[in-house]
Structures are given as structure tokens and as C-alpha cells.
Nanobody, 119 residues
Framework: QVQLVESGGGLVQPGGSLRLSCAAS????????MGWYRRAPGKQRELVAD???????NFADSVKGRFTISRDNAKNTVYLQMNSLKPEDTAVYYC?????????????WGQGTQVTVSS
């Protein structure tokens, strides 16, 4: 069974930093793109950042210059380093991955991790 397990969320003051991790496990043959989305209260889910298997990255305009995304292909893990956090970054953050498994190719989602930016 394929799973994406996130960690690293929590409560942080404005201007602080957090690092999210998402590890994919199970019968995975290949991992294509991996990324992070978020859903703030009362808002639609939005893309935060993603990264391809070759390392090309893409960021939402609202996080450019503050967030970085990276991946460790040997560990099937993607990271989101969040710096200079703002209250408007408060949301549930979801990891997603485009995986090729025994069941074919499809997207998988993590369970979500809460990030709260507040003083």
C-alpha cells in the first residue's frame, strides 16, 4: 500500500520558520513530480510549490523568495522549507506525488499537516 506521510507542521510566530517533510512509502516504481498544496479556512486549495524528478521547481507568487522545495530521491522524500512566515500562510498543508506503482500511474495525497502562524 502506497502512503505519503507528512511531518513538521505546528505553531510558529510571524517571521519564523518551519520545515515540512513528506515521505512516500510502499511499492513505488518511480516518482515523477512531488509538491505541496495548502487549504486555508474558507479558501480553495492552492498550489504552494512543486518539484519535478529532475529538480525543476515552481512556486506560488505568494511564497516566492520565502519558501524553498527540495527532494531526496533516495529517500522518496520531499521537503518544504518555509521562512519569513506570515499569518496568511496559516493553512493545512498537503503533500502530493505523481507515482508509478504496481497499480499504474496516479497522484497520491498525504493526510495534511496544520501550519499556524500567530503571535
Amino acid at each position: 500500500q502506497v502512503q505519503l506521510v507528512e511531518s513538521g507542521g505546528g505553531l510558529v510566530q510571524p517571521g519564523g520558520s518551519l520545515r515540512l517533510s513528506c515521505a512516500a512509502s510502499g511499492s513505488i516504481f518511480n516518482i515523477y513530480a512531488m509538491g505541496w498544496y495548502r487549504r486555508a479556512p474558507g479558501k480553495q486549495r492552492e498550489l504552494v510549490a512543486d518539484i519535478t524528478s529532475s529538480g525543476s521547481t515552481n512556486f506560488a507568487d505568494s511564497v516566492k523568495g520565502r519558501f524553498t522545495i527540495s527532494r531526496d530521491n533516495a529517500k522518496n522524500t520531499v521537503y518544504l522549507q518555509m521562512n519569513s512566515l506570515k499569518p496568511e500562510d496559516t493553512a493545512v498543508y498537503y503533500c502530493d506525488a505523481d507515482l508509478y506503482t504496481i497499480g499504474g500511474r496516479r497522484r497520491y495525497w498525504g493526510q495534511g499537516t496544520q501550519v499556524t502562524v500567530s503571535s
